[in-house]
């Protein structure tokens, strides 16, 4: 019977993708089908990935299942799509909707790459936890560690290694000449600048090492590396934390004009539908979109929220609501205890109390295992 209702479709299972997903399932399972389609078999929590590459036993904390997602008559289907059509999608292997999955509605969740560990590219747990454990007794093993990347994966990282570990040599290498972005307060930057050189970590900003994060390989043998002001850089083992690379060569299988050239996202109106008169019934969300914001993990719950109330909308007959971004806000730890962050309300910087209690004790471990109604192994 649930194969007869008009499918909702949902391209993608990571932040983005699971919110959508799991708030249109709740409102709308008795009219729809929600179908999830997510090329992964676990939900990988990169906001853990970086302590997991550092902390034995974390890495249990990062996968985590999808198959008690849905609790009504949602589906998660574990394949790639390959091409989308205005009404269907095709996947890689046969399901029980077959390999051409027709849609009334359709959410491009496909999200964006980033070098390991904050993202990993393995699709079975079994090999994911099998890299998770080479990072760390590569870490474990290591004198001198480079980190290329300012950005808060790179300071989160280097924070990471340097609490774990007051033995190594850790360099971190910006070609910016602070920390973050210039969008950030100064005192911010300042503040887990400070936070870094406490634990001996070694800043070299406003020097660029000219290389992608396939240069280094696997990034876990020794090399000597020179920025472009002829520092030389001795390290056993290195990290790139830069360079997010959004998943949107399936969407040019739709329609290469929803794609920009220059940044390669999709082009969203406000209310997150394709910016083309032909799709009014896609919807793309999260990393994808070409909304000019930060593309963080929480911007998701709140695309997510206006995708839902714009299918609804769409299915009655209503005006739509169109997306605001909310002012800058983020969070960035340094180990367990220490970090500083920015509040959205009145750009106020907070420092390591309350980054510590609201995200570096379990960096929302516990949220996700909760929100994909699964049970983590004690």
Same mark, same amino acid.
């Given at each position: 019977?649930?194969?007869?209702? %008009?499918?909702?479709?949902?391209?993608?299972?990571?932040?983005?993708?699971?919110?959508?997903?799991?708030?249109?399932?709740? =409102?709308?399972?008795?009219?729809?089908?929600?179908?999830?389609?997510?090329?992964?078999?676990?939900?990988?929590?990169?906001?853990?990935?970086?302590?997991?590459?550092?902390?034995?036993?974390? /890495? &249990?904390?990062?996968?985590? %299942?999808?198959?008690?997602?849905?609790?009504?008559?949602?589906?998660?289907?574990?394949?790639?799509?390959?091409? *989308?059509?205005?009404?269907?999608? *095709?996947?890689?292997? /046969?399901? +029980?909707?077959?390999?051409?999955?027709?849609?009334?509605?359709?959410?491009?969740?496909?999200?964006?790459?980033?070098?390991?560990?904050?993202? @990993?590219?393995?699709?079975?747990?079994?090999?994911?936890?099998?890299?998770?454990?080479?990072?760390q007794?590569?870490?474990?093993?290591a004198?001198k560690?480079?980190?290329?990347?300012?950005?808060?994966?790179?300071?989160?990282?280097?924070?990471?290694?340097?609490?774990?570990?007051?033995d &190594?040599?850790?360099? =971190?290498v910006?070609? $910016?000449?602070? #920390? #973050?972005? +210039?969008?950030?307060?100064?005192?911010?930057?300042?503040? #887990?600048?400070?936070?870094?050189?406490? =634990?001996?970590?070694?800043?070299?900003?406003?020097? !660029?090492?000219?290389?992608?994060?396939?240069?280094i390989?696997?990034?876990?043998s020794?090399?000597?590396?020179?920025?472009?002001?002829g520092?030389?850089?001795?390290?056993? *083992?290195?990290f790139?934390?830069?360079?997010?690379?959004?998943?949107?060569?399936?969407?040019? @299988?739709?329609?290469?004009?929803?794609?920009?050239?220059?940044?390669?996202?999709?082009?969203v109106?406000?209310?997150?539908?394709?910016?083309?008169?032909?799709?009014?019934?896609?919807?793309?969300?999260?990393?994808?979109?070409?909304?000019?914001?930060?593309k963080?993990?929480?911007?998701?719950?709140?695309? $997510?929220?206006?995708? @839902?109330?714009? #299918?609804?909308?769409?299915?009655?007959? !209503?005006?739509?609501?169109?997306? &605001? %971004?909310?002012? /800058?806000?983020?969070?960035?730890?340094?180990?367990k205890?220490?970090?500083a962050g920015?509040?959205?309300?009145?750009?106020?910087?907070?420092?390591?109390?309350?980054?510590?209690?609201?995200?570096? &004790? !379990?960096?929302?471990?516990?949220?996700?295992?909760?929100?994909?109604?699964?049970?983590?192994?004690?």
């Amino acid at each position: 019977m649930s194969e007869t209702k %008009p499918k909702i479709v949902i391209i993608g299972g990571g932040f983005a993708g699971i919110n959508v997903a799991s708030k249109l399932e709740s =409102l709308l399972h008795k009219t729809h089908q929600i179908i999830l389609i997510e090329r992964k078999s676990h939900f990988y929590l990169s906001i853990g990935g970086l302590r997991a590459a550092v902390e034995p036993g974390f /890495e &249990k904390k990062v996968f985590i %299942p999808y198959d008690k997602m849905f609790k009504f008559n949602g589906k998660v289907i574990h394949a790639t799509v390959t091409i *989308i059509h205005e009404k269907e999608v *095709i996947v890689s292997t /046969e399901t +029980e909707f077959g390999t051409h999955i027709e849609f009334e509605y359709l959410v491009i969740a496909t999200g964006s790459d980033y070098p390991a560990p904050a993202k @990993t590219t393995a699709h079975e747990i079994n090999e994911g936890v099998k890299h998770i454990k080479a990072q760390q007794d590569s870490i474990k093993n290591a004198k001198k560690i480079l980190i290329i990347g300012g950005g808060p994966v790179g300071i989160e990282l280097a924070g990471e290694i340097a609490t774990n570990y007051t033995d &190594k040599e850790i360099t =971190l290498v910006t070609s $910016a000449n602070t #920390l #973050l972005s +210039e969008k950030f307060p100064m005192k911010l930057r300042d503040r #887990l600048a400070e936070q870094l050189k406490e =634990l001996n970590v070694k800043l070299v900003m406003g020097e !660029k090492i000219d290389l992608g994060s396939s240069d280094i390989g696997d990034g876990l043998s020794p090399l000597t590396l020179e920025t472009d002001k002829g520092t030389q850089i001795e390290s056993d *083992i290195q990290f790139f934390a830069a360079g997010a690379k959004p998943n949107t060569e399936v969407v040019r @299988t739709l329609n290469e004009s929803i794609i920009e050239e220059d940044t390669h996202l999709v082009k969203v109106k406000p209310t997150f539908q394709l910016s083309h008169d032909e799709y009014g019934h896609i919807f793309a969300v999260g990393d994808v979109t070409n909304i000019h914001e930060t593309k963080l993990a929480y911007r998701a719950g709140q695309h $997510a929220e206006i995708v @839902t109330k714009n #299918l609804i909308a769409l299915i009655n007959k !209503k005006k739509l609501v169109e997306y &605001k %971004p909310a002012p /800058e806000a983020l969070f960035v730890t340094i180990g367990k205890t220490k970090g500083a962050g920015l509040l959205p309300m009145g750009s106020m910087v907070v420092g390591s109390f309350m980054v510590k209690n609201i995200k570096g &004790k !379990k960096l929302f471990a516990d949220k996700y295992w909760k929100a994909l109604n699964a049970t983590p192994e004690s």
